[in-house]
């Protein structure tokens, strides 16, 4: 059991067990000179949000410092890792798929890795599933064992073992990983982890674990170092940045965080995402009308413009209270990049309730957003609601939606 350093509600991944990891990092190192030579190489494909991508960046950081470096397809790899996805069934569909198809590039090189890793993992039913059905699977781990991949990868290289870690936790923090970062202009920072806010559609909070925060003068120092490498943006990344500092036993909200990262020098812009409409204050928008470096784009996530089924969500917000925020953003912060999420048929939802998110996307003019139909999710409350909307019924009602974004987008409405 790992040994770890308590502060508050938060748990933070000891300096200890980071040096075990460390040792396993020199003994997979040994262990790939000695099967592959010089030069072992890992295909890392990554699906679902931001955070996912972030994960990847450590990924294969710990890959790199384990001696591995990158292929671009699995075919010339020696380790194929899958960082997965489970917001929705359509996402969790692609990478049983893709897995499948591994299945006989493994034939053809039996010492090929196969490691799948990231939200889908989180999920019993899912592990269970890969560990009777892809038996060519040799490692699973679920997001709170993403620090110990090392050791996890030693059980499977040093002891020929097939491994699972996929144990539910209330999530750590594990600091001193270095990133492999893909893009060069756009810098992902994850300021906190986890969620709390329970939506009633959403596997979140059952596969990250709970809400925490990063340390301040950790975030800030890894956004200084970004910015003197020349990142012309840097995107703060959490599922609900607007409660960042809650429960964290340090003295520092968003607005806070922000002014501080503001003030580095550097030529970058500060995005983020998600913003969470209940928790969004004017404070917050006051502090980006005032900073040098917003990006001038703002995500918030309204779902519905129905408060019945706001109120079914669980989203802790009403149509009025989000199209004030939307009013005193817009004036604030003139030329704001306002985009959204919706759901398109929420278990329940009746046309008529639909039709308060089409006047809500009217009245909110945004720039651009990104459409869902609802996807039933394992254990969540949203998936025993009685949902008798057919499908075909409510893709009609998506494409209402889409459409009246379009005209918007063109200016036409
Ligand atoms: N934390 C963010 C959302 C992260 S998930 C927030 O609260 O705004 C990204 C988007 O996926 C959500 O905004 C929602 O629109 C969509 N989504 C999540 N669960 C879904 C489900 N079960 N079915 C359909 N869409 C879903
Ligand atoms: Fe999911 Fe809601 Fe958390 Fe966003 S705030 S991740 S939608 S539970
Ligand atoms: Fe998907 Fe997990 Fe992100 S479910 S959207 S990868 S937090």
Partial sequence: ??????????????????????????????????RYGENPKAYVHTYGCQGNVA??????????????????????????????????EHAQDRVFGN????????KEKPNMIIALCGCMMQQKHVAEKIKQSYPFVNLVFGTHAIHRLPELLCGVLCEKKRVFSVEDSAGVIAEGIP???????????????????????????YVRGRERSRKPDI?????????????GQI????????????????????????????AIDGDFKIDFMTSHPKDCTTELID????????????????????NRILAAMNRGYTREHYLGLVEYAKKSIPGLDLTTDIIVGFPGENHQEFCDTLSLVREAQFASMFTFIFSPRKGTKAETLPDPVSHAEKAKWFKELTDLQEKITKGEI
């Fill in 179 to 205: 990133s492999v970062r893909d893009d060069t202009q756009n810098a992902w920072l994850p300021i906190m982890y986890g969620c709390n806010n329970f939506c009633t559609y959403c596997v979140v909070p």
């Fill in 99 to 106: 897995v499948g198809l591994l299945k006989p590039m493994k």
């Fill in 219 to 231: 975030i800030i120092e890894e956004a200084r170092e970004l910015a003197a490498k020349g990142f």
């Fill in 1 to 34: 059991m790992a040994e770890f350093e308590k502060q508050n509600k938060t748990t933070f991944v000891s300096a200890a067990e980071l040096a075990v990891q460390g040792e396993y990092i020199q003994k997979v190192r040994a262990v790939l000179e000695a």
């Fill in 55 to 88: 994960d990847s960046e450590r990924i294969k950081g710990m890959l790199c410092q384990m001696g591995y470096t990158f292929a671009e397809s699995p075919e010339n790899a020696d380790l194929v890792l899958y960082n997965t996805c489970a917001i929705r």
């Fill in 287 to 306: 502090t980006l009308a005032s900073m040098k470096k917003f990006s001038g784009h703002l995500h918030l996530p309204v779902q519905s413009g129905n």
């Fill in 235 to 262: 995107t703060l990344l959490g599922q609900n940045v607007n409660s960042y500092g809650k429960n964290s036993g340090f003295d520092m909200n968003f607005s806070g965080l922000l002014r501080q990262l503001d």
